[in-house]
């Protein structure tokens, strides 16, 4: 059973403009998530994080919002630019566990110069 | 810079034979991790690997076994390959404290025929 799931396989943005993605999670108990950025043929490269604790998290025109009530997060990038053309995956763990993940399932951002 | 490196960046073997898929990090981390990437699915944990002889399943663990003899290398062996497991191979380190993002390989990606 998928614990987190991204429901858009892909997102076409014009450069400039705003990407949000977004991610939900099904388990409580999660309180570390983290955002994952892929390019083909390359393995995945942590982009930014967040911690129950917050509600909000942001490195550069990278923002991560954490709504725990809804059990959902996004990430937004503003503005978006063609290299970021790429697989996003959201992740989400358990700390106490340690620091086994569970992934999302990707979407594919597309920025449209 | 983290560093992990996966042996081979492609592999094409043959169904019943045993495969091997090597990963080493630089980094001194005490954390291991194999996945597997499928389209549709994300990443699925195989198995990781919390200290040196320490193993755990993950998600997907039929089929496969590990081996960590030293701190800075985690193997992934296919017993019998099968047709089912022909998939992209990402090997991850991390950390043990919690709330560090997993480094990941470029990947293998692996061909049964």
């Known amino acids: 059973d998928q614990q987190v799931k991204q429901n858009s396989p892909s997102l076409s943005v014009q450069e400039g403009r705003i990407s949000i993605l977004n991610c939900d999670y099904t388990?409580?108990?999660?309180?570390?998530f983290l955002w994952y950025k892929k390019y083909p043929a390359e393995g995945p490269t942590f982009l930014i994080s967040?911690?129950?604790?917050?509600d909000k998290n942001e490195d550069g025109r990278f923002t991560v919002f954490l709504n725990k009530s809804a059990k959902h997060l996004s990430l937004h990038i503003v503005p978006s630019q063609p290299g970021d053309s790429a697989v996003y995956f959201c992740?989400?763990?358990?700390?106490?566990?340690?620091?086994?993940?569970?992934f999302g399932t990707g979407t594919s951002l597309t920025v449209i110069p | 810079d983290v560093k992990v490196t996966q042996s081979s960046r492609y592999l094409v073997k043959r169904t019943g034979e045993k495969v091997f898929l090597e990963c080493v990090q630089d980094?001194?981390?005490?954390?291991m991790f194999w996945y597997r990437q499928d389209p549709g699915l994300g990443l699925r944990l195989i198995y990781f690997?919390?200290?040196?002889?320490?193993?755990e399943k993950g998600d997907i663990p039929e089929g496969y076994s590990v081996s960590r003899e030293k701190k800075e290398r985690f193997s992934l062996i296919l017993e019998s390959a099968s047709t089912n497991q022909t998939s992209m191979y990402l090997c991850?380190?991390?950390?043990?404290?919690?709330?560090?993002?997993?480094?990941f390989g470029d990947g293998t990606r692996l061909s049964i025929l």
């Open positions: 991850a380190s991390s950390f043990r404290t919690m709330g560090q993002p997993q480094h």
């Open positions: 388990n409580s108990m999660f309180d570390y």
């Open positions: 967040i911690s129950s604790i917050k």
């Open positions: 992740a989400a763990s358990r700390q106490f566990t340690g620091n086994q993940f569970y």
């Open positions: 980094m001194d981390h005490e954390n």
């Open positions: 690997s919390y200290d040196v002889k320490m193993k």
